[in-house]
């Protein structure tokens, strides 16, 4: 079996066929803002396969209201919505509501812990904020979805006990750094995700990406720790639900 922990499928055509490729095996859909979030709903409802995070991400930050926490309470009881994501920080575009930015993501982790949910957190040119405001949660359960910093970075969140999800970054041809980290650190603390529709693994790379394609994502992280893809896929699935709390016999 295999999970991926984290993809958005809210602008395929062919939804049926796409979650039909993943057969028996296991989608986390993430939500970005209110109407995102509403799909996830319909999503887990519709397909046994696919479970669900729902939160709003920090580009969205500006386009929410009061409902939006409201759509995320009322819903965080559904035994199929497995934790709040993607929430986080994004300095790389907008950096002048960063304190705002900072709020909403903290509202966000507290909300998980007073339900007991896992947190996936985007962090993108805002590594130290993010780790700075976890290390103050450190009850939290999270995983750092598409991690892409340095592995100095990655040993300080272990030892907060987060996981990190690996994307299709680490079949890039330039990602040396993330090699090194998937090589250093234990399979113990990694997720396989996809982040589709975006950020295809070689040898698709450019094509609209898919659940499915975390196959070559398992595959690179095999090679890099020169162990089997079995080992790999197993030890990931494990991992995924043991982090999110997944209903699934293995
Ligand atoms: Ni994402």
Redesign the pocket.
């Given at each position: 079996m295999m999970i991926d922990t984290?993809?958005?499928l809210d602008e395929y055509e062919n939804i049926d066929e796409i979650i039909k490729h993943m057969g028996n095996n296991i989608i986390i859909v993430?939500g970005?803002d209110d109407k995102t979030n509403k799909q996830v709903i319909e999503l887990i409802n519709k397909y046994p396969n696919i479970y669900g995070v729902i939160g709003i991400?920090p580009e969205e930050i500006d386009n929410i209201n009061s409902n939006s926490f409201k759509i995320i309470e009322e819903n965080i009881n559904n035994p199929k919505i497995v934790g709040i994501?993607?929430i986080g920080l994004d300095y790389h575009f907008i950096k002048d509501n960063k304190i705002k930015q900072q709020e909403i993501f903290i509202k966000q982790i507290e909300l998980a812990n007073k339900y007991k949910k896992t947190i996936?957190i985007?962090s993108r040119d805002s590594i130290n904020d993010t780790y700075n405001i976890l290390k103050k949660y450190l009850n939290t359960k999270a995983v750092i979805?598409?991690y892409s910093s340095s592995l100095e970075m990655a040993h300080k969140f272990i030892k907060l006990n987060i996981k990190l999800g690996i994307g299709g970054v680490v079949t890039f041809k330039n990602s040396k750094i993330l090699k090194e980290v998937v090589e250093n650190i234990s399979l113990d603390n990694l997720l396989l995700?996809t982040?589709s529709p975006?950020l295809s693994p070689e040898p698709l790379r450019g094509k609209i990406n898919e659940p499915y394609n975390i196959i070559y994502v398992a595959k690179k992280i095999a090679k890099l720790k020169n162990i089997s893809l079995e080992e790999v896929l197993n030890r990931t699935t494990v991992n995924a639900i043991e982090q999110f709390d997944l209903p699934i016999e293995l």
């Open positions: 984290h993809c958005h993430s970005v991400h994501g993607e996936v985007h979805h598409c995700e982040d975006y």
